[in-house]
């Protein structure tokens, strides 16, 4: 069973386009973190969020926390061709422990 | 250069054929956690461990051993390596902070092919 659903999976867009990746789970998590993933390499991490409500800035890329701690979403302002990867949400199965489940990732592809 | 180093990088064994993947790393983190990744499913994970000779089991364990016998290192371990165990392996390493949610610091992945 997957706890942490994302969507789209896949999205094509041309440079400076606006886009939003959302992660979304029928359970509360603690917190939640995006990573990106570029081809050949380990996941990165972007952004953590903690407490139901929060938003975070990373430049262009905003990330958000849902109110009841359910579900995130990113969204990236006038995306460019380096904004390309796999962007994953992740999260702590159960609170206090560091057992992790990730989302099943979206692939962002950004055209020049 | 603080990192997480894996080897192999690509591995193609046959079906039975005990194999282990080593992982190391340099920052002193106590978390080490090992995932496979494969089309669709995102990383899941297969073993983690909290600290020297502390270790448990993620969402995957079947099929696999792990060990922690030194602070850097945390081999993953496929006594009878299967075809379903084709996939796309990382390795991850964090501290262990007032929450759980440390940066985790990935490996360059291994790629493993069981024919």
């Known amino acids: 069973t997957q706890l942490l659903e994302q969507s789209p999976q896949f999205l094509s867009i041309q440079e400076g386009e606006n886009l939003t990746v959302y992660c979304n789970s029928s359970s509360v998590f603690s917190s939640l973190q995006w990573y990106r993933q570029e081809p050949g390499e380990g996941p990165v991490l972007l952004v953590t969020?903690?407490?139901?409500?929060e938003v975070k800035k990373l430049k262009r890329l905003t990330f958000q926390f849902g109110d009841a701690r359910k579900d995130s979403s990113l969204h990236i302002t006038a995306a460019q061709p380096g904004d390309t990867g796999l962007y994953l949400c992740?999260?702590?199965?159960?609170?206090?422990?560091?057992?992790?489940?990730f989302g099943t990732g979206t692939r962002l592809k950004v055209l020049a | 250069e603080a990192q997480v180093t894996q080897n192999p990088r690509y591995l193609i064994t046959v079906t039975g054929k005990k194999l282990t993947v080593t992982c190391s790393q340099n920052?002193?983190?106590?978390?080490m956690s090992w995932y496979r990744q494969d089309p669709g499913l995102g990383l899941r994970q297969i073993y983690y461990?909290?600290?020297?000779?502390?270790?448990d089991k993620g969402d995957v364990p079947e099929g696999y051993k792990v060990s922690r016998k030194e602070k850097r290192n945390f081999p993953l371990i496929l006594e009878s390596p299967s075809p379903n165990q084709t996939s796309l392996y990382f390795c991850?390493?964090?501290?262990?902070?007032?929450?759980?949610?440390?940066?985790?610091?990935f490996g360059p992945g291994t790629r493993l092919t069981v024919l």
């Open positions: 991850a390493s964090s501290f262990i902070g007032t929450g759980p949610y440390n940066e985790q610091f």
């Open positions: 920052m002193n983190h106590e978390y």
């Open positions: 969020v903690v407490t139901g409500g």
């Open positions: 461990s909290m600290n020297v000779e502390v270790t």
């Open positions: 992740a999260g702590p199965l159960d609170s206090g422990t560091y057992k992790y489940i």
